[in-house]
C-alpha cells in the first residue's frame, strides 16, 4: 500500500523519525493506527454507556436530585467513605496499611 502525506505531513513524520522517537515512518504510522483503534473504540464505549443512560432514563431507572436531595446523596456516599475508611483501620490486610490522612476542608472527627 502507498500512501500520500501532504507536505506538512511529511515534514511531521520527518521530524520523528529523526527525532528518534520511531525507527521508520512505518513504525510511526502503525503506532498512529494503532491509537486512532483504540481512541475509536473509547468512542464507541462511550457511545454505547451513553445509550444505556438514555435507554434507563426512557425505562424510569433514574433518579431526580435537587439541591435538598444531592446533600443527601453527598451524606450517604461520605458515609459509606468513612465506614470503608474504618474498616480498612482495623484490618490493615484490607488495604494498604493504616495510614491516616485528612483532606483540605474537611472536618476534624
Avoid at 433518579?63 to 480498612?88: C, F, M, N, Q, W
Wanted: glycine share 8%; charged share 35%.
Amino acid at each position: 500500500m502507498s500512501v500520500s502525506l501532504s507536505r506538512n505531513w511529511k515534514q511531521v513524520v520527518n521530524e520523528k523519525v529523526s527525532s528518534g522517537l520511531y525507527p521508520t515512518a512505518n513504525d510511526l504510522v502503525r503506532e498512529a493506527l494503532r491509537l486512532l483503534i483504540e481512541r475509536d473504540q473509547r468512542a464507541e464505549s462511550l457511545r454505547r454507556d451513553i445509550r444505556g443512560g438514555f435507554d434507563a432514563v426512557a425505562r424510569g431507572e433514574c433518579t431526580d436530585y435537587d439541591a435538598s436531595t444531592i446533600h443527601k446523596l453527598a451524606d450517604r456516599v461520605k458515609s459509606r467513605g468513612r465506614k470503608r475508611l474504618a474498616a480498612e483501620r482495623v484490618n490493615p490486610s484490607r488495604g494498604e496499611g493504616t495510614a491516616r490522612f485528612r483532606c483540605r476542608g474537611a472536618r476534624p472527627r
